[in-house]
């Protein structure tokens, strides 16, 4: 005689907690959808209307909610503005230090890479195919752009041929907060090896005050010392703080 064990029969399903269950998911999914297309469309809006008047803050939401959901894009906003202070050293800030921040993922940082390349070379096509001194705004938008926000000096040298056309554009040196190595042999060699007529030379002020040192106003004069001796021009050096860059050209140290 078969005996029925009822603790090994299989159990009935459950199939309308289920359905609830999934209903439910479906009800929040459809909720945060839709708060995230109300966020977007009231910054899309002043976006549209002010777009030089958006905060940082909030053109900085903006473009979070595109890769994070909407109850993520304002909290997420405030950390970084708190961290880094405004918008262009969010951007650029490095992977190492965005990991920090609570809230960051790989999508995020994508976004931020992707706009600040594209910010480059925006900027970096408005100086080819014409004459650099005659776009002297374009250059100094160029130069702002890339080195305006960065956390530690770099020293670039821009190479131009006779007609000051550009040839190549080139970091020479990487530093620290306040120190950048500059070695004026090396950037004369390169200049002879791209047949370079004259040179640009621009380094950035992390501390936002592009007031020269002197072993800045130094260290120029012997670049240019040495550039004479080859018959190559150097028409300016030019130091980029936050929001505002020095000549020395303008400011009679060349």
């Not at 100094?140 to 956390?151: G, K, P, S, V």
Request: aromatic share 4%; net charge neutral.
């Amino acid at each position: 005689m078969m005996q029925h064990d009822m603790h090994s029969m299989p159990q009935p399903l459950n199939l309308f907690s289920q359905i609830g269950g999934d209903r439910h998911r479906t009800i929040e999914d459809q909720k945060a959808m839709a708060l995230k297309a109300e966020q977007r469309t009231r910054l899309m809006v002043r976006f549209d209307q002010i777009t030089q008047a958006m905060t940082d803050h909030e053109l900085l939401e903006l473009l979070l909610l595109r890769v994070v959901p909407a109850e993520m894009a304002g909290p997420l906003s405030d950390h970084l503005m708190l961290q880094f202070g405004d918008f262009g050293k969010i951007i650029s800030a490095s992977t190492a230090r965005l990991r920090k921040v609570a809230g960051m993922n790989d999508a995020v940082m994508r976004e931020f890479r992707i706009l600040e390349t594209s910010a480059r070379r925006i900027a970096r096509s408005r100086l080819l195919d014409r004459p650099l001194l005659s776009s002297w705004q374009a250059v100094l938008d160029y130069c702002h752009t890339i080195m305006a926000h960065r956390e530690t000096e770099q020293f670039r040298v821009l190479f131009l041929d006779r007609k000051n056309f550009l040839i190549a554009d080139e970091v020479q040196g990487e530093g620290t907060v306040d120190h950048v190595p500059v070695y004026p042999r090396e950037i004369l060699r390169r200049a002879l090896e791209l047949n370079a007529s004259a040179l640009l030379l621009v380094h950035n002020h992390p501390s936002g005050d592009p007031t020269p040192s002197q072993s800045d106003i130094t260290m120029t004069q012997t670049i240019r010392s040495a550039a004479e001796a080859l018959s190559i021009t150097l028409h300016d050096h030019i130091i980029i703080g936050k929001s505002c860059e020095l000549s020395f050209r303008s400011a009679g140290l060349l």
